[in-house]
């Protein structure tokens, strides 16, 4: 089983990476494990932009996610779910699952979450938190985040949670200069690290604001984040190996400079994305308004995706992605994520070329 993925996310993980992980392992309430706790927190803050803490779960990003909803969401006040994908559909979802009054502002899967939309809700009242997906990867939909906290920032008792886990560290997200209260992200995207750890920062407003909700369980619970987080500790015995794997991926990140791995992600993603669109295919999501993760393709000259990748996977060991949920088949996505290189990507390109000329094309349904 030696292939390379080109999805967007779990991605290729780098042999530094995974190599850092084969380290002995240490007591989590040992002074070694509270060294390292501690010698990872000014990095993170400052890829966080932020001054708050930045907790690490041991989870994937949906348990964060589930987490934010229960701590800062009040009895009787209600949660604003912006949705423009699957994965922002599912916080809905999920909210209400978490018992909260959960209410549904939509958007076709593609566009942009609209923030004169956002303000017409939360201008309706009763509202404790707003979530908003940064980077819809399911559709490749990237919504402007400086503009959507510029309305949020006029509700200062709306807490505002977003998720980064595919944009995060591909460009700047300043947490603190946009007001977000919680950020969330995960490790299988940008970061290169195998899934099972999620970051969440969380701004002293929205810790205030757990303080007072009863009902906000043990595992993600903020306040118990907290109380460890000022120990150099997280609440329970965290995934060790992952944490030596960040630690070595901040130092990644240090070598090549922030605003290098930034522009590389951009130039890398603008590759991808000119070369496939010359091949006649549109992007999926509304223009201006593409992922710098990813690419999302409209499969708008009907090949089947499914041969396509079978090809692209026995042929050449890699893989990408065939649509999302019910827009399997109907677009497919590359990630431009992590560790890739000019090289890497036009050896992905090159293969992509000669597996899509062995591809048959559907018959129109
Ligand atoms: C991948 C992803 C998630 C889900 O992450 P898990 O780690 O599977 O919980 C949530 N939001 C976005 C935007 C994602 O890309």
Same mark, same amino acid.
């Given at each position: 089983?030696? %292939?390379?993925?080109?999805?967007?996310? !779990?991605?290729?993980?780098?042999?530094?990476?995974?190599?850092?992980?084969?380290?002995?392992?240490?007591?989590?309430?040992?002074?070694?494990?509270?060294?390292?706790?501690? *010698?990872?927190?000014?990095?993170?803050?400052?890829?966080? %932009?932020?001054?708050?803490?930045?907790?690490?779960?041991?989870?994937?990003?949906?348990?964060?996610?589930?987490?934010?909803?229960?701590?800062?969401?009040?009895?009787?006040?209600?949660?604003?779910?912006?949705?423009?994908?699957?994965? *922002?559909?599912?916080?809905?979802?999920?909210?209400?699952?978490?018992?909260?009054?959960?209410?549904?502002?939509?958007?076709?899967?593609?566009?942009?979450?609209?923030?004169? +939309?956002?303000?017409?809700?939360?201008?309706?009242?009763?509202?404790? @938190?707003?979530?908003?997906?940064?980077?819809?990867? *399911?559709?490749?939909?990237?919504?402007?985040?400086?503009?959507?906290? @510029?309305?949020?920032?006029?509700?200062?008792?709306?807490?505002?949670?977003?998720?980064?886990?595919?944009?995060?560290?591909?460009?700047?997200?300043?947490?603190?200069?946009?007001?977000?209260?919680?950020?969330?992200?995960?490790?299988?995207?940008?970061?290169?690290?195998?899934?099972?750890?999620?970051?969440?920062?969380?701004?002293?407003?929205?810790?205030?604001?757990?303080?007072?909700?009863?009902?906000?369980? %043990?595992? /993600?619970?903020?306040?118990?984040?907290?109380?460890?987080?000022?120990?150099?500790?997280?609440? *329970?015995?965290?995934?060790?190996?992952?944490?030596?794997?960040? $630690?070595? $991926?901040?130092?990644?990140?240090?070598?090549?400079?922030?605003?290098?791995?930034?522009?590389?992600?951009?130039?890398?993603?603008?590759?991808?994305?000119?070369?496939?669109?010359?091949?006649?295919? $549109?992007?999926?999501?509304?223009?201006? %308004?593409?992922?710098? +993760?990813?690419?999302? /393709? @409209? =499969?708008?000259?009907?090949?089947?995706?499914?041969?396509?990748?079978?090809?692209?996977?026995?042929?050449?060991?890699?893989?990408?992605?065939?649509?999302?949920?019910?827009?399997?088949?109907?677009? /497919?996505?590359?990630? =431009?994520?992590?560790?890739?290189?000019?090289?890497?990507?036009?050896?992905?390109?090159?293969? /992509?070329?000669?597996?899509?000329?062995?591809? !048959?094309?559907?018959?129109?349904?």
């Amino acid at each position: 089983m030696s %292939y390379k993925l080109f999805i967007p996310g !779990p991605i290729a993980v780098s042999d530094k990476t995974l190599q850092a992980m084969a380290q002995g392992m240490i007591g989590h309430r040992s002074p070694d494990f509270v060294k390292l706790y501690e *010698s990872i927190q000014p990095d993170l803050q400052e890829l966080f %932009y932020t001054k708050d803490p930045v907790y690490i779960s041991t989870s994937s990003a949906w348990g964060v996610m589930e987490g934010a909803i229960r701590n800062v969401v009040r009895p009787g006040k209600k949660v604003l779910n912006c949705m423009n994908g699957a994965f *922002s559909d599912k916080w809905n979802d999920v909210s209400k699952r978490c018992g909260k009054e959960a209410v549904a502002l939509k958007f076709d899967w593609g566009q942009p979450v609209d923030p004169a +939309a956002v303000r017409a809700e939360l201008d309706k009242g009763g509202f404790d @938190a707003v979530t908003i997906i940064h980077n819809e990867t *399911s559709c490749g939909c990237m919504s402007d985040i400086d503009a959507l906290m @510029a309305v949020v920032r006029e509700f200062p008792e709306v807490i505002a949670i977003v998720d980064t886990v595919s944009s995060f560290s591909v460009l700047p997200i300043k947490k603190d200069e946009l007001g977000i209260d919680v950020l969330i992200t995960g490790s299988q995207k940008a970061l290169a690290l195998p899934p099972g750890l999620a970051l969440c920062s969380v701004s002293k407003k929205a810790l205030d604001r757990a303080a007072e909700v009863t009902d906000r369980g %043990y595992y /993600f619970d903020f306040v118990e984040f907290q109380a460890n987080h000022e120990k150099g500790m997280t609440p *329970s015995t965290p995934t060790i190996a992952l944490i030596y794997a960040l $630690k070595s $991926k901040l130092e990644d990140i240090k070598a090549e400079g922030a605003a290098n791995r930034y522009a590389r992600h951009a130039r890398l993603n603008k590759t991808v994305k000119d070369h496939v669109l010359a091949k006649g295919f $549109k992007l999926f999501p509304k223009d201006g %308004y593409g992922s710098l +993760a990813l690419n999302c /393709f @409209a =499969n708008n000259l009907n090949y089947d995706l499914s041969a396509l990748n079978k090809t692209l996977k026995s042929k050449h060991g890699l893989v990408i992605d065939g649509g999302y949920g019910k827009l399997k088949g109907k677009t /497919f996505r590359i990630s =431009n994520m992590g560790d890739e290189t000019d090289e890497t990507i036009a050896a992905m390109l090159k293969a /992509f070329d000669a597996a899509l000329a062995e591809t !048959p094309v559907l018959p129109a349904a």
